[in-house]
């Protein structure tokens, strides 16, 4: 299968129209028409239904886009990830995260890799942390911002700064303007739960501080990403108990309050598969470990009143 033809039909399925797609090709439309059927006829399916108005993606056609896309990325990268290999001064770190994580450590890390290394070209991928965790294991990322405490062998990693829970309320709620609540005066209360197929970790984390303090919480909408979960709350949609760090979301119409009599931690991890580190990655490791001890020495942040 060639590479070329690929490249036309994504080409093609984004246009869907055979002249736009070869005049961005810099092509002219027989060598298009003649590419998509030679694909076709080499999987033995139909991509595209053509006639003279229209031209549209088959099932099978949107199945083999996403596969075709994916293809070409991995391609893309060759170079870098060899360069990378080659020196660990040039080329090229996939690395993945989920959205909160952009408020604990991960920025200070990523700035400290800029000046450290500034020809690595570093590529951010937002992902759910079972997301992260399978493309570690698959070697699809170099490394990656993971909320948990604990990871599949053969994963490695280094724990960054334990963040805190606290209480997410709607600015209005009746224990809005408190120092610190207690769980037990929110038992009764209907909650924003974290999705556990989208972070078992972060989900069982918020379970065990309610386990532990003898509540069953009544959860009646759950959410993938922490950010999320804080609208959801400022739109009145329940409270919530989320990692501090959120605070720094200035998302309006909440407040976050620290729980009375509990400490309890929400964990993460910079993590990656040892099977893969070229030099690059080696060097991003490095950085991170300094970057890591500064903050672990620096006061923690407090929660936003």
């Not at 001064?89 to 400290?112: K, Q, V, W």
């Not at 590529?123 to 909320?147: C, N, S």
């Not at 700064?161 to 610190?180: G, I, M, Q, T, W």
Request: hydrophobic share 50%.
């Amino acid at each position: 299968m060639k590479l070329q033809f690929l490249r036309y039909f994504c080409v093609l399925a984004e246009e869907l129209h055979f002249r736009r797609a070869a005049d961005r090709l810099a092509i002219s439309q027989p060598p298009l028409s003649t590419a998509i059927r030679l694909l076709e006829e080499e999987l033995g399916v139909q991509l595209l239904l053509r006639n003279s108005k229209m031209v549209q993606l088959t099932p099978a056609g949107a199945a083999f886009l996403v596969e075709a896309r994916e293809i070409l990325e991995r391609v893309s990268r060759v170079g870098s990830v060899v360069r990378a290999i080659d020196g660990g001064a040039h080329g090229r770190l996939d690395i993945g995260f989920a959205g909160s994580m952009l408020y604990r450590e991960t920025p200070a890390i990523l700035d400290r890799f800029k000046r450290d290394a500034p020809a690595v070209d570093v590529v951010l991928y937002e992902l759910y942390t079972t997301e992260q965790i399978e493309k570690l294991m698959r070697r699809q990322l170099h490394a990656a911002f993971i909320q948990a405490s604990v990871l599949p062998a053969p994963l490695a990693s280094i724990p960054l700064r334990n963040d805190v829970f606290v209480a997410c309320l709607p600015e209005h709620h009746r224990l809005a303007e408190k120092a610190s609540v207690d769980l037990r005066e929110m038992a009764d209360e209907a909650f924003v739960m974290f999705s556990r197929e989208s972070a078992p970790a972060s989900h069982d984390h918020v379970i065990g501080i309610f386990s532990q303090a003898g509540i069953h919480p009544r959860t009646v909408h759950q959410a993938r990403i922490w950010m999320t979960v804080v609208a959801m709350v400022a739109n009145g949609c329940g409270i919530a108990l989320v990692p501090q760090s959120l605070s720094r979301t200035n998302i309006g119409g909440v407040r976050f309050i620290p729980l009375a009599g509990t400490s309890a931690t929400a964990p993460a991890l910079l993590a990656w598969n040892p099977s893969m580190v070229p030099l690059a990655l080696e060097k991003f490791l490095a950085s991170a470990r300094v970057t890591i001890r500064q903050q672990a020495k620096s006061p923690a942040r407090k929660a936003r009143l």
